[in-house]
């Protein structure tokens, strides 16, 4: 079992910046892979970046350029982070931490946290 909580959302103005966090814990000594999920109003939930174990990244194509993730092995906790710089309406959505294995492809398990809301005003 895997808990993760997110936190860091907010409402921001175009062009502006937000870092999120999502801290998880539990069976945590194996996660190989965190990413970020987003799902806006009508949409599917989409992949928005992830970071191996060992500091490989990917993203979306939607995002590149202009959001980065990072990420903290701690002891007993693994923290990662999504900042997003040069913010755009359509980034609006919850964002979502999730845990899995693989990148490119990512592949997701079934623990989510109950998400974040980011708000981008024009």
């Known amino acids: 079992q895997v808990q993760l909580v997110e936190s860091g959302g907010g409402l921001v103005q175009a062009g502006g910046s937000l870092r999120l966090s999502c801290a998880a814990s539990?069976?945590?000594?194996?996660?190989?892979?965190m990413a970020w999920y987003r799902q806006a109003p009508g949409k599917q939930r989409e992949l928005v970046a992830a970071i191996t174990g060992g500091g490989i990244t990917d993203f979306a194509d939607s995002v590149k350029g202009r959001f980065t993730i990072s990420r903290d092995n701690a002891k007993n906790t693994v923290s990662v982070y999504l900042q997003m710089n040069s913010l755009k309406p359509e980034d609006t959505a919850v964002y979502y931490c999730?845990?899995?294995?693989?990148?490119?492809?990512?592949?997701?398990?079934?623990?989510w946290g109950q998400g974040t809301q980011v708000t981008v005003s024009s």
């Open positions: 999730n845990a899995g294995f693989g990148i490119r492809p990512f592949k997701s398990w079934d623990y």
């Open positions: 539990g069976s945590i000594f194996s996660i190989p892979t």
